[in-house]
C-alpha cells in the first residue's frame, strides 16, 4: 500500500538514499532540505521550523504516514544543537498532529554512534529542558575551551534522550506512533568524505568508531533499516536507538549495555 512519507535532509547523503529507497518502494516522498526540494526551510530557525509544518500539511493534504528526520551537520559550532537537536524535535513534534492523521504512522530520527562518545551535560541537560538558548551558550562555551567537539556528540545524545523519553508517552506510543532513532557508525556521505580523505582525520575516526563488521558504510546499508523501522511492519519497535555500526557501540559499551 502506497504511503506517504516526508524525509529531511533528502538533498544528501542518508536523506537522500532514504527517500530514494521508499520513492523505489513506490511511495510518495516529500523532501526537505535547505536549498533544495519540495519545502525549503532551514531547520535552524524558527522560521523555517514553522515553514516545514505549514508546507508539509500543504503538500501532504493534512496526512503523513512517515517522517524521517535526518537534516544534521557535524560542525564544532552552536549550530550543530540547534538542527540537530531543536531541528529534529521540531520536525518530530511539529509533523506529528499530521502523523496522528496518517495510516500505520511511523516516526525516525537519526542519532549517531558518537552519542555514545563523552558529551557535555550542560548542552545535554539543556537541549531536554527544551532551553535552546541556554544549550547554544553551552555549545559556545565548549567551543571557547577548545571542546567543541562535544556539541555534535552532545546533540545526537540528546535527541536519542528525547526519543526514548517521549516515544512512551500517550502523545506518541498512546497515539499509535512509533518513534525511534536508528544511530549509524560512519557512512560514506558528503558530511564525512573530508574526514576519511585525511589519512590523519582517517586513523582518528578509525579508533574512534571501530566497526569490525563491514567497516564503513554506504548509506543504501542502512536505509532499509530505516525503511522497516517507519514501516506498517513495525508494531511494537519504539523508543529504541538502534545501533546500525558495524559493531562500534558493541566494541566501545561492552556487554553491560544493550
Ligand atoms: P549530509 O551532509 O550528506 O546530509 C545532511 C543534509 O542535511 C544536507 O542535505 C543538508 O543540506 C541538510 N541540512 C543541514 N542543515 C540543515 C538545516 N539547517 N535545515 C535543513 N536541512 C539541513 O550528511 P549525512 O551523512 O547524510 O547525515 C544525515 C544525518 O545522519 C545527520 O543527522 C548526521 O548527523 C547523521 N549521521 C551521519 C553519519 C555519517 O557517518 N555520515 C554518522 C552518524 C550520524
Known amino acids: 500500500m502506497p504511503r506517504t512519507y516526508l524525509v529531511t535532509g533528502a538533498a544528501s547523503g542518508i536523506g537522500q538514499a532514504t527517500a ?14 535547505l536549498a533544495s526540494g519540495d519545502i525549503r526551510a532551514d531547520l535552524s530557525t524558527a522560521e523555517g521550523r514553522a515553514e516545514l509544518a505549514a508546507r508539509a ?18 560542525q564544532p559550532d ?7 537537536h531543536f531541528g529534529a524535535v521540531a520536525t518530530l513534534d511539529g509533523l506529528r498532529p499530521l502523523l496522528a492523521a496518517g495510516t500505520d ?8 554512534i558518537d552519542s555514545v562518545h563523552p558529551t557535555d551535560p550542560a548542552i545535554v541537560d539543556a537541549a531536554l529542558a527544551d532551553d535552546e538558548e541556554r544549550a547554544v551558550a553551552a555549545s559556545r562555551a565548549a567551543v571557547d575551551r ?22 512512551v508517552t500517550p502523545r506518541w506510543a498512546g497515539a499509535g506512533i512509533p518513534l525511534n532513532a536508528v544511530a549509524p557508525g560512519v557512512i560514506l556521505t558528503p558530511m564525512t568524505r573530508p574526514l576519511l580523505d585525511d589519512p590523519d582525520m582517517l586513523k582518528l575516526v578509525e579508533q574512534s568508531v571501530p566497526m569490525p563488521l563491514h567497516g564503513h558504510a554506504r548509506p543504501e ?4 533499516l530505516i525503511a522497516w523501522l517507519t514501516s506498517p511492519d513495525n508494531t511494537h519497535v519504539t523508543g529504541q536507538v538502534v545501533f546500525a ?6 566494541v566501545l559499551r561492552g556487554d553491560g549495555t544493550w
Open 245 to 250: 555500526d558495524g559493531g562500534a557501540d558493541a
Open 105 to 112: 504512522p511511523r516516526a525516525l530520527v537519526i542519532g549517531s
Open 221 to 224: 546499508q542502512i536505509t532499509p
Open 57 to 74: 500539511r500543504e503538500l501532504s493534504g493534512g496526512r503523513l504516514d512517515g517522517v524521517v528526520a535526518c537534516a544534521g551537520v557535524a
Open 78 to 84: 552552536p549550530l550543530t544543537v540547534k538542527v540537530n
Open 20 to 33: 530514494a529507497l521508499l520513492r523505489a518502494r513506490g511511495h510518495t516522498v516529500i523532501g526537505a532540505d
Open 146 to 167: 577548545g571542546e567543541g567537539q562535544l556539541v555534535y556528540s552532545s546533540s545526537k545524545a540528546a535527541v536519542s534522550r528525547w526519543v526514548r523519553r517521549h516515544a
